[in-house]
């Protein structure tokens, strides 16, 4: 009975677990956390339903293909955020020095490309956290 209710549960929660991930990421310019804290939420989030499904039905909703995709494209994307500094001239990261339009204060998009490089360093944490999970598992068996 209690792994009937256990199971119900964290399939109850987890979405809203995901999205406050989600969240997180999003709005990592605006308040304190961003891209980590949200990274790590999402990434645990998977976590626990690999503990509770068992590790086989949590491959089988993101496989460990998916993950090295994700997480080679949150490194990727970071670096392409990184270049548009570079491309305009000015230095890696650069944000307002290279022109790039920076918002309204306080609004979604506000602080120029941090939205977009918070998003890739999000999914690359959420991506290094399952996988790392994934692998100390395999190992225990």
């Known amino acids: 009975m209690t792994d009937f209710v256990l199971k119900r549960m964290v399939a109850l929660v987890l979405p809203f677990v995901q999205m406050l991930g989600f969240y997180v990421i999003f709005h990592g310019h ?5 891209s980590f804290s949200g990274g ?7 976590i626990a339903f690999s503990l509770v499904f068992g590790l086989e039905r949590g491959q ?3 496989s460990e293909r998916m993950m090295s995709l994700v997480e080679s494209f949150g490194a990727l ?13 000015t230095t890696f990261l650069m944000n307002k020095g ?4 920076l918002g309204e204060p306080g609004k979604l998009y506000s602080g120029g490309l941090i939205l977009l490089i918070t998003l890739g360093v999000g999914l690359k944490v959420a991506s290094t956290v399952v996988t790392l999970f994934v ?3 395999e ?3």
């Open 30 to 34: 605006l308040s304190p956390g961003g």
């Open 40 to 46: 790590i939420i999402t990434g645990l989030s998977l």
């Open 60 to 62: 089988e909703k993101v």
């Open 77 to 89: 994307w970071y670096g392409a955020m990184g270049l548009v500094g570079v491309l305009r001239g």
């Open 98 to 101: 290279a022109g790039v339009p």
């Open 135 to 137: 692998a100390l598992m």
């Open 139 to 141: 190992e225990e068996e």
